[in-house]
């Protein structure tokens, strides 16, 4: 198995109730883990995660509800509409709808679909496919 350069590694306040989320519900799937340490290592059409117990191990401060304030994990998949579903099967109510963007790189606009879901402890994922690129239009400067 190859790893990501860069991978979250998440506290849970409820490691049962996490793993059931990211499994059952988002479709992630258990690489490894070590269970006596309420640790699993995730991954999800080439994203990965680390999820863990939390035991105040890596905390630099107070730990309260909403987790990871300022951050969203974006993980771009296949089809957003597959994860949508299943959150609205068990309950789980999205943060922001669906939504097309078209971000500027360079000359170029990538274009995405997303949407945003909080986990159970509050980690704010973004889920999001690409729709397209296309040029960027060129702005004309009238004198």
């Known amino acids: 198995m190859d790893f990501n350069r860069l991978i979250p590694e998440l506290s849970a306040s409820h490691f049962e109730k996490s793993i059931s989320f990211y499994i059952d519900v988002l ?74 963007h078209w971000y500027r790189k360079d000359d170029l606009l990538l274009g995405l679909r997303e949407f945003l879901v909080m986990d159970p402890d509050g980690y704010l994922l973004r889920f999001s496919q690409q729709v397209g690129i296309r040029p960027r239009e060129k702005v004309i400067e009238l004198d």
């Open 27 to 100: 479709g992630f799937q258990i690489k490894y883990q070590r269970s006596e340490n309420q640790f699993a290592f995730l991954a999800y059409q080439g994203s990965q995660i680390m999820l863990s117990q939390r035991n105040g191990t890596w905390e630099t401060g107070e730990l309260a509800y909403p987790f990871g304030r300022g951050i969203n994990i974006q993980m771009l998949v296949d089809d957003i509409e597959v994860i949508i579903r299943s959150l609205k099967e068990h309950g789980y109510p999205l943060m922001i709808e669906p939504e097309e």
